[in-house]
Nanobody, 123 residues
Framework: QVQLVESGGGSVQAGGSLRLSCAAS????????MAWFRQAPGKEREFVSH????????YYSDSVKGRFTISRDNAKNTVYLQMDSLKPEDTAVYYC????????????????WGQGTQVTVSS
């Protein structure tokens, strides 16, 4: 399985931007479908966005569509999440996830997970 390490989290005011990175190692990154999830305190982990291993197809949850952009650089073994126009409700721990076989929007669709990075948006 691929090992995943997130970075780029932090604190920002509403309307600001952050870019999260997820570096992969230990396997062939280009063969993995990749995703970002988030988990706010007291809530279940929820899907944010994913990008396919082939063709770079993307999909976003309704809550972030138009504000967040997922991308990947297979040469750098890295997937990114550009977050613009951040809102206080975006505050959560953000997790990177990957899977070679499945490409879904559920936690169970991904077998490899990072440790998470905290994003805090203040009003």
């Amino acid at each position: 399985q691929v090992q995943l390490v997130e970075s780029g989290g932090g604190s920002v005011q509403a309307g600001g931007s952050l870019r999260l990175s997820c570096a992969a190692s230990g396997s062939t990154f280009s063969t993995y479908n990749m995703a970002w999830f988030r988990q706010a305190p007291g809530k279940e982990r929820e899907f944010v966005s994913h990008i396919s291993r082939s063709y770079g197809l993307t999909y976003y949850s309704d809550s972030v569509k138009g504000r967040f952009t997922i991308s990947r650089d297979n040469a750098k073994n890295t997937v990114y999440l550009q977050m613009d126009s951040l809102k206080p409700e975006d505050t959560a721990v953000y997790y990177c996830a990957g899977d070679q076989a499945r490409w879904g929007r559920r936690v169970v669709d991904f077998g490899s997970w990072g440790q998470g990075t905290q994003v805090t948006v203040s009003s």
